[in-house]
């Protein structure tokens, strides 16, 4: 298989790093042209789409898509990582937040805005991790970041010993869904941490393609991308000047397209510019 090129979506499990999954797969699949697209977190699970050998290069382009999550928020106490990985900074009770509460404390998490991520993420201040400085006792003050929640809706208010929030999320790449369960506590001033996250979409591919890493099959990238990207269809004589590393007939769409070969192969990744196309990356026959 190590010279088959595709994605595979994965259902991750908890307790395990998304790169601990690419090394895996990199012993199972014979390559070292392994990667994915968009970090989860460990405790997270869910989608975790893999690209292997030539799908790595199209890998940014998955990046940057929406994500869909799931995820469970305990209201009532706060951690250090705002997950319950992390050790717990205050207690507060909760048995005066109503539902209504809820609901409307929500609403500053929804649409455009700008949200301070976690302290405890791989986003670097002067250099150095701020997951490595929360560990070594340092203070930590991340800038916010604009970001999008185009769905936010609460599946289910529980209680009982705790009162827990499920929530569905629709939002753009680098959405911090610890953060949304952090804000929600300081905003109804009882704090509030996530207990669950599940990430069911990394669009345009859902939790219904993804299977465990022992038993996931490949998709081929001839078939897969068109997902991800338009295509456009090349004749025998395109194919030769795009790996001479010659432009062509501007593509009918701008933006980036996939180039399929005569055999249906993709041989190229193309943008439009100055009127004519451009490759952006060729690959091997």
């Known amino acids: 298989m190590s010279k088959e090129h595709g994605f595979l979506v994965i259902d991750k499990p908890a307790g395990i790093t998304s790169h601990d999954v690419v090394a895996q797969l990199r012993k199972r699949l014979g390559t070292k042209q392994v990667g994915h697209a968009g970090t989860l977190d460990p405790m997270a699970t869910g989608v975790l789409v893999i690209g292997v050998n030539n799908a790595t290069k199209f890998l940014q382009y998955i990046v940057n898509g929406n994500k869909r999550y799931q995820a469970t928020i305990r209201l009532g106490i706060s951690t250090v990582t705002d997950d319950r990985e992390g050790e717990v900074t205050k207690v507060k009770d909760w048995q005066k937040v109503e539902d209504k509460d809820i609901h409307s404390a929500l609403d500053k998490s929804r649409g455009t805005f700008m949200q301070v ?99 996931a099959e490949l998709f081929a990238l001839a078939a897969a991308i068109s997902k991800v990207m338009p295509t456009r269809a090349l004749g025998f004589d395109e194919v030769a000047e795009l790996r001479f590393g010659r432009r062509i007939e501007a593509s009918s769409q701008d933006g980036i397209v996939a180039a399929l070969g005569p055999s249906g192969d993709v041989v190229a990744i193309l943008e439009n510019q100055d009127g004519r196309a451009q490759p952006i990356i060729v690959f091997n026959s």
């Open 117 to 215: 991520p976690s302290s405890v993420s791989a986003k670097k201040v002067a250099g150095e991790r701020a997951y490595e400085m929360v560990r070594d006792g340092k203070e930590v003050q991340l800038a916010p970041k604009e970001v999008t929640v185009s769905k936010l809706e609460v599946i289910a208010i529980n209680r009982g010993e705790h009162l827990d929030v499920e929530i569905d999320v629709i939002c753009s790449a680098g959405t911090y869904i610890r953060a949304i369960a952090r804000d929600l506590g300081a905003e109804l001033a009882v704090g509030g941490h996530l207990i669950a996250l599940r990430r069911i979409e990394v669009s345009p591919f859902k939790i219904e393609a993804a299977a465990p890493i022992e038993s």
